[in-house]
């Protein structure tokens, strides 16, 4: 099946630094990538839709100039939470969409904790 | 908006089988979906169902859907210890998009 990537797995940084979090189809060519955050016991929430080589669409609530968002790619999307504090701490997941198919591949996920 | 609701927790016996509900509100939604999650982990897509379908069955996996009450449902059979995890039932309401709206996950524990 088809394989999404994240790199780090996980990540812990200084409050104020800035984190870069890379979402990678492996075998696929994404045209359509999503960004989620779940924090802990709870359901995913989606945070924007990145389509390649246009600005990405946040979702009611989230800081575009936080969480910036680049898909330069057909294969790789990057979210980069920028000056992060303790409240960003979460498990972010991307997703990415098989072009023409009906459903999303899941990356595995990176745990970032900002102290 | 959408709202998608599950309950919390099922606990079941090795070899019973398990039924993991969902309800939604929207009835625009055109896919429905069946997501996995272990521990410290991403989602696995165990299943998906059209909205103009009533059943889907793929091995020891059977989802059924009541679109007038709008009520989904996801019976595991003969569950395993392997089976222990969250499931996440999730909507689309357009198939070009595949914006998904998830529910708040239910917590399956497998017991010997």
Known sequence: GAVVSQHP??????????????????????????????????????MATSNEGSKATYEQGVEKDKFLINHASLTLSTLTVTSAHPEDSSFYICSARDHGRETQYFGPGTRLLVL | GEDVEQSLFLSVREGDSSVINCTYTDSSSTYLYWYKQEPGAGLQLLTYIFSNMDMKQDQRLTVLLNKKDKHLSLRIADTQTGDSAIYFCAES????????????????????
């Not at chain 1, 940084?13 to 075998?27: F, N």
């Not at chain 2, 595949?98 to 399956?108: A, I, M, N, P, V």
């Open chain 1, 9 to 46: 797995s996980w990540v812990i940084c200084k409050s104020g630094t800035s984190v870069k979090i890379e979402c990678r189809s492996l075998d696929f060519q994404a045209t359509t990538m999503f960004w989620y955050r779940q924090f802990p016991k709870q359901s995913l929430m989606l």
């Open chain 2, 93 to 112: 309401i357009s198939g070009t998009a595949s914006k998904l709206t998830f529910g708040t996950g239910t917590r399956l524990q497998v017991t010997l």
